[in-house]
Each structure stands twice: as structure tokens, then as C-alpha cells.
Nanobody, 122 residues
Framework: QVQLVESGGGLVQAGGSLRVACVASGVTLSSYNMGWFRQAPGKEREFVAA????????YSADSVKGRFTISRDNAKNTVYLQMNSLKPEDTAVYYC???????????????WGQGTQVTVGS
């Protein structure tokens, strides 16, 4: 059974840090681009960051540039999102995804996790 499972979400105060992780089972992530998306209540799911299958290229939304860093460990079949200088507007459910399409688009990903809640208090 193919699964992506996110972990590491939680409650943090503004200015704090969190690292969320996405572990895959039933699939080898090394041939996929990996992305993180987020969805806040009442809003559409939006792109946060992505990393190419080799790890050689990374992509970030303007809203998180300089604060969030995506990385991957193919040996552990895991992708990470390090989030620093968190703001209340970063509050959302964070989803990881694996795909072989356009990294900025939801449609570029074929596999999705269930999400992990990140809440940033003011």
C-alpha cells in the first residue's frame, strides 16, 4: 500500500520554528519530485515548496522564501520542511506530495499525504 505520512506539526508561537516530515511507504521517493502544500480554513490549497527528485533544485513560494527550507533524504525515503520565523498566517494543514509534473501545481503531483496541522499563535 502506497502511503505518504506527514508528522511534526503542532502549535508554536510566532517567531518560532517547526520541522515537518513526510515518510513514504510502498513507494520509492527517489524518482519523484516532492512538494509541500498548505491549506488554511476557507482557502484553497497552495504551493509552499518543492524539491527535485535528485535534490539538486528547490522551489519556494514568495511568502515563505528565506524562512522555509525543503530537503530530502532519499535513503530514508523522507522529505522535510524546516519552517523558521513562523507567522500566524502560516497556520494551515500542511500536505506533502510526490509527482513527476509541474512542481508548482497541484496537478503535478500524483501521491498525497493526509496532512499535518501547523498552528502559529500570535
Amino acid at each position: 500500500q502506497v502511503q505518504l505520512v506527514e508528522s511534526g506539526g503542532g502549535l508554536v508561537q510566532a517567531g518560532g520554528s517547526l520541522r515537518v516530515a513526510c515518510v513514504a511507504s510502498g513507494v520509492t521517493l527517489s524518482s519523484y519530485n516532492m512538494g509541500w502544500f498548505r491549506q488554511a480554513p476557507g482557502k484553497e490549497r497552495e504551493f509552499v515548496a518543492a524539491i527535485s527528485w535528485s535534490g539538486g533544485s528547490t522551489y519556494s513560494a514568495d511568502s515563505v522564501k528565506g524562512r522555509f527550507t525543503i530537503s530530502r533524504d532519499n535513503a530514508k525515503n523522507t522529505v522535510y520542511l524546516q519552517m523558521n520565523s513562523l507567522k500566524p498566517e502560516d497556520t494551515a494543514v500542511y500536505y506533502c506530495a510526490a509527482g513527476r509534473g509541474f512542481v508548482y501545481s497541484i496537478s503535478g503531483y500524483q501521491l498525497w499525504g493526509q496532512g499535518t496541522q501547523v498552528t502559529v499563535g500570535s
